[in-house]
């Protein structure tokens, strides 16, 4: 059974720091990787996917994968105060109708 | 951007009762799920269900739990009996189509409490 693993659990940056996020998964069938954000009281929001190993940049977001390390990360440039929300990392197996395992999640908070 | 709203935000009712989670989905979208997740774990997949049936359900979906979406109207979780362990946040989403890289939009979760 796939299991999805987030570290840091939380995570403390200034504003305008970088903020970095790891996820590690254990199936090697893993074929989409998502990264999801939660703001208190709302639902989880698609902040971006990535399928291919390497980089994937979206403005100040950018997400890493290494399908050999079973490893996915995202880095936050210029972090900002309205980053602070909890990350969830979320995988897919090829030949699912998009069933996400999720991580746990990492509580990141950008301090002015 | 698209919404997916869950009605309502917080549910209280006494075990072995039956209760219904509403979702009112993106309006154009196809395919829908229930994640549920426990306070303090992950969220963690129950069904998913296109075209009226269920395509995919976890262990996590009991024989007590049903879903549907009579006439294009809300798509519904019903769980009938509830039980002190079916306390949790319940979240439906739904996406345009089934392929892994179709995005799911979430609603905000219904907070179930079972006394």
Not at chain 1, 48 to 57: A, E, P, Q, V
Request: with cysteine.
């Amino acid at each position: 059974q796939q299991k999805v693993q987030q570290s840091p659990e939380s995570l403390i940056v200034p504003e305008g720091g970088m903020a970095s996020l790891n996820c590690t998964f254990s199936d090697r069938n893993s074929q989409y990787f998502w990264w999801y954000r939660q703001h208190s009281g709302e639902g989880p929001k698609a902040l971006m996917s990535i399928f291919s190993n390497g980089d994937k940049k979206e403005g100040r977001f950018t997400a890493h994968l290494n399908k050999a390390s079973l490893h996915v990360s995202l880095h936050i440039k210029d972090s900002q105060p309205s980053d602070s929300a909890l990350y969830f990392c979320a995988v897919s197996l090829s030949g699912s109708f998009n069933k996400l395992t999720f991580g746990a999640g990492t509580r990141l908070a950008v301090c002015p | 951007g698209p919404k997916v709203l869950q009605i309502p935000s917080h549910q209280i009712i006494d075990m072995g009762q039956m209760v219904t989670l509403n979702c009112d989905p993106v309006s154009n979208h196809l395919y829908f799920y229930w994640y549920k997740q426990i306070l303090g774990q992950q969220m963690e997949f129950l069904v998913n269900f296109y075209n009226g049936k269920v395509m995919e359900k976890s262990k996590l979906f009991k024989d007590q739990f049903s879903v549907e979406r009579p006439d294009g109207s809300y798509f519904t979780l019903k769980i009938q009996p509830t039980a002190l362990e079916d306390s949790a946040v319940y979240f439906c989403a739904s996406s345009l189509a089934g392929g892994v890289q179709n995005t799911l939009y979430f609603g905000a979760g219904t907070r179930l409490s079972v006394l």
